[in-house]
């Protein structure tokens, strides 16, 4: 019953910045973790950040640490990413998710909903 929609997408050049947002609707836990992940053509999924529910708590991959940041609303039900600093690597669908439990997690299959993805592409 939970929906997940990701927006902000798009093409930058490297240096530029994106932020992306994922709103959440229908029945959810009152208290909830929020994940990004990403999947390049002919790669794994792969994990980005991820926040607790009150936003105490955060993890980043290496490849992203002190380049991105992950927020939430809890009011609004929206987590967002601010990327900064982005390199051609970073090109990929990024993909938000929702975990019922607080302890944060870093495996897809630890997350029970997605949403459907949004491109990002960082040209050289």
């Known amino acids: 019953q939970v929906q997940l929609v990701e927006s902000g997408g798009g093409l930058v050049q490297a240096g530029g910045s994106l932020r992306l947002s994922c709103a959440a609707s229908?029945?959810?836990?009152?208290?909830?973790?929020m994940g990004w992940f990403r999947q390049a053509p002919g790669k794994e999924r792969e994990f980005v950040a991820a926040?607790?529910?009150?936003?105490?708590?955060?993890n980043y991959a290496d490849s992203v640490k002190g380049r991105f940041t992950i927020s939430r609303d809890n009011a609004k039900n929206t987590v967002y990413l601010q990327m900064n600093s982005l390199r051609p690597e970073d090109t990929a669908v990024y993909y938000c998710?929702?975990?019922?439990?607080?302890?944060?997690?870093?495996?897809?299959?630890?997350?029970?909903?997605w949403g459907q993805g949004t491109q990002v592409t960082v040209s050289s």
């Open positions: 926040i607790s529910w009150s936003g105490d708590s955060t």
């Open positions: 998710a929702l975990r019922n439990f607080r302890v944060l997690a870093t495996t897809p299959g630890q997350y029970a909903s």
């Open positions: 229908g029945r959810t836990f009152s208290t909830y973790t």
